[in-house]
């Protein structure tokens, strides 16, 4: 376990030492919370949750009488866990042969990657994958999903840049159908632009999904760049509720001490982080599992 969290690096140094420190607490002290509050703003829990835990801890030490930094060490430990809530694995269709995956996310933040990422894996897993490239504002983005396709042998339905979103996922949905595939990831909305915008094109192609399959679209992924942090999150908190998003895929983190901005998603969004970057190459996807991911911090 401890090997295939090595991409956490700096996130770990900070974890770790903040562990050690609390551990070796003698008594706890204002200084043992600054020092805690540090960490996590450090490690990009960001400071509403950092606030929360410090509160939640403070109180706890109170009520359960605890009097030495091990106590306070697993009090933490036990709370970023309960932050994370449940592992959370990809929903399949149980009604249809087709289980559709919508994914959005800013130019930038990895949605390409992440999706030929979760095509390969699927794939491996034994799915028969395809792949719809509804992200159709940019013609770079629509040529590069096609590459990755091809690299990771897996078919995009495609038409020219700036055609109808709607009529690109109505074509793989067909595609879909008639080359009996079993899951149908959808590059979405690149630019999020404004709420009402994302909502309204949303809407327009769940209609056509449903058409299709009555019970889709099953995930709306939100794919969100940890090395942006808090930016990243002040806007997915203004679109998260109202469009129905089911998880996230948070990306690079093996490139940022902000590992623990994963917290602070959890916290705001109230959506489960389905998958974490961890490279630039296709099989660095890892399913985010909060207890392993925990105890990685502190290992
Ligand atoms: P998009 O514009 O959102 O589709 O973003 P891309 O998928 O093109 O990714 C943007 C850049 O981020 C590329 O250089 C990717 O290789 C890189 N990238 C994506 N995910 C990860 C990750 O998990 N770790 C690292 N280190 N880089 C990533």
Known sequence: AEQRFSFLGRTRQIFNRLGNTVQETDTITD????????????????????????????????????????????????????????????????????????????????????????????KREGHSVMLAAADTFRAAAIDQLQEWGNRVEVPVISQKPNSDPGAVVFDALQAAQSRGSDVLIVDTAGRLHTKFNLMEELKKINKIIQRFVPDGPHELLM??????????????????????????????????????????????????????????KVENLMPFEPQNFVAALFA
Do not use: C, H
């Open 31 to 122: 200084s043992l919370w600054d020092e805690l509050e540090e960490s996590l703003l450090g490690a990009d829990v960001g400071p509403s949750t950092t606030l929360w835990l410090i509160e939640r801890l403070r109180q706890r030490v109170s009520d359960e009488n605890m009097r030495t930094g091990g106590q306070v060490q697993q009090a933490l430990r036990e709370e970023l866990s309960a932050l994370l809530g449940k592992s959370s694995s990809l929903r399949f269709s149980k009604q249809s042969p087709l289980t559709v995956i919508l994914v959005i996310g800013v130019n930038g933040s990895g949605k390409t990657t992440s999706i030929a990422k979760m095509a390969y894996r699927l």
């Open 223 to 280: 794919v969100i760049d940890a090395t942006t942090g808090q930016n990243a999150l002040l806007q997915a908190r203004k679109f998260a509720e109202d469009i129905g998003l089911t998880g996230v895929i948070i990306t690079k983190m093996d490139s940022t001490a902000k590992g623990g901005f994963a917290f602070a998603v959890a916290d705001d969004l109230g959506v489960p982080i389905k998958f974490i970057g961890t490279g630039e």
